[in-house]
């Protein structure tokens, strides 16, 4: 059985069967999420990880799901950034406006 070693922040470096991890593929993404239970505090841990990471670790047994992003979330977006202010404003609207909470 192939062990892979990864390191939680938390307690170090571990080597853990293929059947411990999940990796979540995002198709047209920059990267594959892997995640594991730490084997000593039982945190769930992620780390990012490249595509052709991703594959191998797929070959080595590790079981994994694909989403698909769509092209609009993968658009360079214009203006600043949406603050805690943009988002109570909007809800406020929205309540204004009769929307259900």
């Not at 170090?12 to 593929?25: N, R, W």
């Not at 670790?57 to 979330?73: F, Q």
């Not at 929205?94 to 909470?101: E, K, N, Q, R, V």
Request: charged share 20%.
């Amino acid at each position: 059985m192939e062990l892979i070693k990864v390191t939680s922040a938390c307690c170090g470096t571990h080597q853990l069967p293929a059947s411990a991890f999940f990796l979540t593929v995002y198709d047209g993404g920059n990267g594959d999420r892997l995640m594991f239970f730490c084997p000593r505090c039982k945190d769930e841990v992620g780390e990012w990880v490249n595509s052709l990471t991703g594959k191998t670790l797929v070959n080595l047994g590790v079981r994994s799901t694909t989403i698909v992003v769509p092209h609009e979330a993968r658009e360079r977006k214009g203006g600043p950034p949406i603050t805690i202010e943009d988002v109570l404003d909007f809800i406020v609207d929205m309540h204004t406006m009769g929307a259900p909470a």
